[in-house]
């Protein structure tokens, strides 16, 4: 009897050891929080959009940036079907969306801290502590 390999997917592409994806993620998050912080600084600074709509739309950008990424190269995870990935996909980053917006707000303006400041603090928080282990066990598994 033949065993099947339990990383190997039907598209020929062997999902990534824990450490490869914990490293690729990593890369994700980055490319995907630079996005992030270009389009909601960028919103702010030049457009002098609302900071807390700034945020919304740069996580949005930084979101798709993510899913993308993290399908396609950090987890490969082709053979779900894309519309339960998006779903689950979209129930974590809405909390990782109300984590940021909400912990930026309580920075900017219980500390006084800069925009850009709080927005660090809380990407990094939201990103180590919540993003990669949902990603990696719920999302793309």
Known sequence: MIRENPTAQKDGYKRPSLRTSFLRAQIVSLTATTTDFFVSIG?????????????????????????????????INRQGKISRQALKFILTNG???????????????????????????????????????????????
């Open 95 to 141: 909390f990782s969306l109300f984590a940021n917006t909400t912990g930026v707000y309580f920075f900017k303006e219980n500390f006084d801290l800069s925009f850009v400041a709080s927005r660090v603090i809380v990407a990094v928080f939201v990103g180590v502590s919540f993003n990669f282990l949902l990603n990696r066990y719920f999302v793309f598994r």
């Open 43 to 75: 919103l702010y600074q030049v457009f002098d959009i609302y900071y807390v709509t700034s945020t919304i739309l740069g996580a949005l950008s930084g979101a798709c940036t993510s899913f993308t990424l993290g399908r396609n190269w950090a987890f």
